[in-house]
């Protein structure tokens, strides 16, 4: 932890449980005492509120694995069990489902953040490489989750992941199709595959709550980065975690849940996809494979890029840049609020990566500019394919950007926290 500790034992109790386990002193110093830069954001909620989605999921989930059976033969029905005849079981269900999108939105706002702000910088690399590790392990939850319904879309989304890894054969000769052979627990998704999914479905959320901790750890050491990227330099620059931040967090988790219950309440069916209601078919494939939205902006990527296993690569690529961002970016200087050019380039990244979300939910092929028409009459032009070859192609330079943006000329950078705070009221 950041600083000694400022905890003092009242009762004849805490002062016997002191000695023996500290853990009273140990939640005064990170949640109640711990020094917090006066000046954050209310972009600095999102960490609070990325916990509360994983308590949300993992308590809507433990209560679902009460009634869904992961059975290939029977999960498609036990769903439809929760959904109409365990009690509150649809609204269970929709706060997972829901749940697992809003946790998706509040970790890229988090990430976004971060890269803004370059909290990622000395001395809170670790902090973001957890955060990454994290991020992965979401991701392995969240497309395992998907197959359980054993819906069409759930069918195939594993069929066409699963799959990419075979790509791994022209690498080393039976490498691809061991992994995919390992990952099926047979020679296609099956029953096995469904068992396994479900079984490491349940156990990736504790793994993240363990590396969430380790987050949290990694945080308190050198203490948060703040709007200014500034360090603390005394102790006017900081307020106590509470009453500030509890306070702070918890008006922002509350406003976080409005358009979360709007979704449960209102619009569940609104981010999944209708046909995942159609029981899963090994002999119909559906026209159309689409992942969940949060996965798009790196299926947009894969699909970019005509050779399998470069396509693979290339998204893969497009996850491990984020680990590297730390020795990429080589300003001295951390928050973009500062950095007037290295601001643009990552405005332009982000707008990149949601039209690149946008390109994954398009048929590849479809025409965005028609130029003329082929000879059946179908209009050609500049197609969803090309404009995302372009995106992700700048979804990488931007990485490179970084790299070259050392010696950017930056705006004037403030001594300390406070005062640009105590300029502001003047
Ligand atoms: C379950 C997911 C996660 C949880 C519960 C979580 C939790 C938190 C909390 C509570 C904080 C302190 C408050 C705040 O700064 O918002 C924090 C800070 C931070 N997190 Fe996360 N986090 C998660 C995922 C991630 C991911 C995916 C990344 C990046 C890849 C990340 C990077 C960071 C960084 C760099 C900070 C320091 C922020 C600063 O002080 O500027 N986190 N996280």
């Not at 399998?308 to 200087?333: C, E, N, Q, T, Y």
Request: glycine share 8%.
């Amino acid at each position: 932890m950041s600083g000694p500790s400022s905890y003092e034992p009242k009762t004849a109790f805490e002062r016997w449980l002191d000695v023996r386990l500290p853990i009273i002193r140990m939640a005064n110093d990170t949640a109640l005492d711990f020094p917090t830069p006066k000046n954050l954001n209310y972009w600095w909620t999102f960490g609070g509120i990325l916990a509360v989605c994983l308590v949300i999921q993992i308590a809507s989930g433990v209560v679902l694995a009460m009634h869904y059976v992961p059975n290939a033969g029977l999960a498609f029905d036990s769903v439809e069990h929760i959904m109409r005849d365990v009690k509150h079981g649809w609204m269970i269900r929709f706060i997972h489902a829901n749940g697992a999108s809003m946790f998706f939105l509040a970790v890229y706002i988090h990430m976004a953040r971060g890269l803004y702000y370059g909290s990622y910088k000395a001395p809170r690399e670790v902090l973001w490489i957890l955060g990454c590790v994290i991020y992965l392990l979401m991701m392995a939850t969240a497309f395992m989750g998907y197959v359980l319904p054993w819906g069409q879309m759930s069918y195939y989304g594993a069929v066409v992941i699963t799959n990419l890894f075979s790509a791994f054969d022209g690498v080393i000769p039976g490498l691809g199709t061991y992994i995919t052979t390992l990952l099926w627990g047979g020679f296609s998704v099956d029953n096995p595959t469904l068992n396994r999914f479900f079984s490491l479905h349940y156990l990736l959320p504790f793994m993240i709550a363990g590396v969430v901790g380790l987050h949290i750890w990694a945080l308190h050491v050198p203490g948060n980065n703040n709007p200014t990227g500034v360090d603390v330099k005394s102790k006017s620059d900081t307020v106590p975690f509470h009453p500030y931040y509890t306070v702070k967090d918890g008006f922002a988790i509350v406003l976080f849940f409005i358009p979360f219950a709007w979704f449960v309440f209102f619009a569940p069916e609104a981010l999944g996809h209708a046909d995942n209601y159609v029981k899963a078919n090994p002999l119909a494939t559906p026209a159309h494979i689409v992942p969940e939205w949060y996965f798009l902006p790196f299926y947009a990527i894969l699909r970019s890029i005509p050779d399998k296993l470069m396509g693979v690569l290339a998204m893969f690529g497009a996850i491990a840049m984020l680990f590297a961002v730390p020795w990429l970016d080589r300003s001295p200087v951390r928050s973009m609020r500062y950095r007037p050019t290295a601001r643009w380039f990552f405005a332009i990244f982000i707008v990149a990566t949601i039209i690149l979300g946008w390109c994954g939910g398009q048929l590849p092929d479809d025409v965005i500019l028609p130029i003329g028409k082929s000879e059946t009459g179908a209009p050609t032009g500049f197609t969803v394919v090309w404009l995302s070859r372009i995106l992700a192609a700048y979804y990488f330079a931007y990485f490179g950007i970084l790299w070259f943006l050392k010696n950017e000329k930056t705006l004037p950078v403030p001594e300390t926290i406070s005062a640009p705070v105590l300029a502001e009221k003047v």
